[in-house]
């Protein structure tokens, strides 16, 4: 996930050079039948089986709503909801059934830290099992 819309401003030469500079890396990882996929963060306001690629103003509109939470820890829990919604839209428009994430022990000690700080310690279980059920499709 392209997530250099949360940075204010246009995009820049330089985020356009590292996106092509991660696509051509992951491309010598991946092997046959095996694609690489980047989807920039703001297409998460495309509404589902959408066929058009990235509309106008999508990124003014992810960079005003992030802008609009007060607090950097309420843009983080945000931009965590808005990047796993992606994620799982993602995954069904290219026929996934599941999702594997490579989250690092850093990654996860900070999420258990921050949501227990934060008084969310009853929903951590679900937060770092290994099979999550709660953002399934019924």
């Not at 401003?9 to 046959?32: F, I, L, N």
């Not at 989250?103 to 830290?113: N, P, Y």
């Not at 227990?116 to 290994?130: E, I, T």
């Amino acid at each position: 996930i392209d997530e250099s819309a949360t940075q204010p401003g246009p995009p820049t030469e330089q985020q356009a050079s590292a996106r092509a500079a991660v696509a051509a890396a992951a491309a010598a990882y991946c092997g046959e039948g095996v694609q690489y996929h980047c989807v920039p963060l703001e297409a998460v306001f495309e509404e589902a089986g959408s066929s058009e690629q990235q509309q106008p103003g999508q990124r003014e509109r992810l960079q005003a709503l992030l802008a609009a939470v007060g607090d950097a820890t309420g843009r983080e829990d945000l931009a965590r909801h808005l990047r796993t919604r992606l994620l799982l839209a993602t995954a069904a428009a290219l026929g996934c059934s599941c999702v594997a994430r490579g989250d690092c022990a850093t990654t996860l000690a900070t999420h258990i830290v921050a949501e227990a700080a934060k008084g969310c310690g009853y929903s951590l279980p679900g937060d770092v099992r290994l099979v999550d059920a709660r953002w399934a499709e019924s």
